[in-house]
C-alpha cells in the first residue's frame, strides 16, 4: 500500500478551516476519502442527474444525464490515478466535482449566464464548480460563521482546478476558459500556496483527460443507440468530409485531414468496430459496449505508457509530473467528439431547441430581477441581503438559476413568467 502521508505531505491534506477530531467514533479514513464523501453526500451532484449531457435527461431512459456521466469520468479518472501512483480516491473525487458548475442545459445554458454575468466577471462551469465547493455548498462555515462549501483539502480542490486562473490574467479575452471568480480569489489562492504559474497538478490533468475519454465515447454511444448516428454512413466521402468540418470548427482548427483519416483507420481498427448499422438487439447493444470498453482500454493504456516513458515508475503526485497524451490519441478523441457534434449537436431540431431554452433562461433571470429577491430559494435569499453592490446581486441571481435542474428551470420560468416556452 503507498505512503499516502509521505506523496502527499500536511500541507496537500491541509484544509481551509482545521476541523476538531470527530465526536463520534468513525472508521478510519484518509483525508481524500473523506472528501470524496464529502462530494458523493452533497446536493450539487445529486441534481446533476436532471441537468443536460448532451441529449435531455428526459430525452431516452437510455442516455446519459449530468451524474451518469461524472460517475463515469469518476470511473476512468480513477483506472488511469492508480497505476501512476496518484491517489485513487482524489482523482475520483476531482472527476465526480468536475461538471457541478453546470447550470440547466449544460453549455447552452452557460454561455446565456455568461452574458448576463457581465457585470459581475461572467459565468463559466469550471469557476461556479470551485464557488460551488469553496463557498455555495452546505457543509463547513469559518470562524465568522461564513459558508467554506464542503472544506475540502488542498490537493483535492487542486485537483478540481481545471483552469487554475481567473478570467483576466493571461488570458483576456471574455470568451477564455478560467476557473475562479475574482469573489472566491481568497480561497483560490490558498488552494494555490506554493503553486508558481498557472501548471495544472496531475490529478486535475487526469481529471481532464478522463472526462475527454468518457464523453467522447459514450456521447457517441448514446447517439448511436438514439438512433441519430451510424457509423456505416462515415463511408461516404461527402459525410465524412463534413465531419472534418465539425472536428476542426469545434475542436483542432488547423489539423490536417490526413491526420484525421488516419486516426479514423485506427480507430476502425479496433475488432468491435460496428460494420452493420445497430438493429437495437442484444448482440448489437453488446458489440457497442465492447467498443466503448476497448476504446476507453485502448486510450488510458497509451496515455499511461507514454507518461510513464517520460517520467519514469515512481509514483507520480500534483506537480512531480504531467500528463503526456499522444497526438495519435488527441486525434482519436477528436474524431469521435467530431461524430457526435455533427450528428447530434448540429442536429437542425437541437439548434432549435437550444434558442427555445437561451430564451428561457434570459426570461428567467429578468423575472428573478423583477421579484427582487422574493422568488429566490432562502439561501440565496440571504446572500442576496448582504450583497454589497450591483454586481454582488447580480452573482446571486446566477447562482440561483446555476442551481436549477434543466426541469426546475422549466417550472420556475413558467412560475415567475405564467409562460410556457414555445
Given at each position: 500500500m503507498a505512503d499516502w502521508e509521505q506523496l502527499y505531505d500536511e500541507a496537500a491534506r491541509a484544509r481551509l478551516v482545521e476541523e476538531p477530531a470527530k465526536r463520534v467514533p468513525a472508521p478510519v479514513r484518509t483525508a481524500f476519502e473523506r472528501d470524496r464523501a464529502r462530494v458523493v453526500h452533497s446536493a450539487s451532484l445529486r441534481r446533476l442527474a436532471a441537468k443536460t449531457q448532451v441529449l435531455g435527461p428526459q430525452a431516452d431512459d437510455f442516455v446519459r444525464n449530468r451524474l451518469t456521466h461524472s460517475l463515469e469520468v469518476a470511473q476512468v479518472a480513477r483506472d488511469i490515478a492508480h497505476p501512476l501512483g496518484c491517489h485513487p480516491d482524489l482523482a475520483e473525487t476531482a472527476a465526480l466535482a468536475h461538471d457541478l458548475g453546470h447550470p440547466p442545459f449544460g453549455h447552452n445554458g452557460e454561455s446565456v449566464l455568461d452574458g448576463l454575468a457581465a457585470d459581475c466577471g461572467g459565468f463559466e462551469g469550471n469557476a461556479q464548480t470551485f464557488r460551488i465547493l469553496t463557498r455555495l455548498e452546505a457543509k463547513s462555515a469559518d470562524a465568522a460563521g461564513r459558508s467554506i462549501g464542503l472544506n475540502l483539502t488542498r490537493a483535492t480542490l487542486d485537483a478540481c482546478t481545471k483552469y487554475p486562473w481567473p478570467r483576466l490574467v493571461g488570458h483576456g479575452a471574455r470568451s477564455g476558459k478560467f476557473g475562479v471568480y475574482d469573489d472566491d480569489l481568497a480561497a483560490f489562492r490558498w488552494v494555490r500556496e506554493g503553486v508558481e504559474g498557472e501548471r495544472r497538478c496531475l490529478e486535475a490533468q487526469v481529471m481532464d483527460f478522463a472526462d475527454d475519454v468518457a464523453y467522447s465515447v459514450h456521447d457517441l454511444e448514446d447517439g448511436i443507440v438514439s438512433g441519430r448516428i451510424d457509423l456505416v454512413v462515415l463511408d461516404s466521402p461527402d459525410e465524412l468530409s463534413a465531419v472534418?468540418?465539425?472536428?476542426?470548427?469545434?475542436?483542432?482548427?488547423?489539423?490536417?485531414?490526413?491526420?484525421?483519416?488516419?486516426?479514423?483507420?485506427?480507430?476502425?481498427?479496433?475488432?468491435?468496430?460496428?460494420?452493420?448499422?445497430?438493429?437495437?438487439?442484444?448482440?448489437?447493444?453488446?458489440?457497442?459496449?465492447?467498443?466503448?470498453?476497448?476504446?476507453?482500454?485502448?486510450?488510458?493504456?497509451?496515455?499511461?505508457?507514454?507518461?510513464?516513458?517520460?517520467?519514469?515508475?515512481?509514483?507520480?503526485?500534483?506537480?512531480?509530473?504531467?500528463?503526456?497524451?499522444?497526438?495519435?490519441?488527441?486525434?482519436?478523441?477528436?474524431?469521435?467528439?467530431?461524430?457526435?457534434?455533427?450528428?447530434?449537436?448540429?442536429?437542425?431540431?437541437?439548434?432549435?431547441?437550444?434558442?427555445?431554452?437561451?430564451?428561457?433562461?434570459?426570461?428567467?433571470?429578468?423575472?428573478?430581477?423583477?421579484?427582487?429577491?422574493?422568488?429566490?430559494?432562502?439561501?440565496?435569499?440571504?446572500?442576496?441581503?448582504?450583497?454589497?453592490?450591483?454586481?454582488?446581486?447580480?452573482?446571486?441571481?446566477?447562482?440561483?438559476?446555476?442551481?436549477?435542474?434543466?426541469?426546475?428551470?422549466?417550472?420556475?420560468?413558467?412560475?415567475?413568467?405564467?409562460?410556457?416556452?414555445?
Open positions: 472534418w468540418e465539425t472536428v476542426r470548427d469545434w475542436y483542432l482548427p488547423s489539423i490536417e485531414e490526413s491526420a484525421l483519416v488516419e486516426a479514423l483507420e485506427r480507430l476502425r481498427a479496433i475488432g468491435t468496430w460496428p460494420t452493420t448499422p445497430y438493429d437495437g438487439s442484444r448482440a448489437g447493444l453488446a458489440t457497442l459496449k465492447n467498443l466503448t470498453s476497448d476504446l476507453i482500454g485502448v486510450f488510458c493504456g497509451h496515455v499511461h505508457t507514454a507518461t510513464r516513458e517520460r517520467f519514469g515508475e515512481a509514483p507520480l503526485v500534483r506537480h512531480d509530473a504531467d500528463l503526456v497524451v499522444p497526438d495519435e490519441t488527441v486525434h482519436e478523441i477528436a474524431v469521435l467528439k467530431g461524430i457526435a457534434a455533427h450528428y447530434v449537436m448540429r442536429a437542425p431540431e437541437r439548434t432549435a431547441a437550444m434558442e427555445r431554452q437561451r430564451t428561457l433562461l434570459a426570461e428567467l433571470f429578468e423575472a428573478l430581477v423583477v421579484s427582487d429577491g422574493v422568488a429566490l430559494d432562502p439561501t440565496f435569499r440571504a446572500d442576496l441581503a448582504t450583497a454589497s453592490d450591483d454586481a454582488g446581486r447580480t452573482r446571486v441571481l446566477v447562482d440561483q438559476v446555476a442551481s436549477l435542474t434543466d426541469a426546475s428551470a422549466v417550472a420556475w420560468h413558467a412560475r415567475l413568467t405564467g409562460r410556457v416556452p414555445a
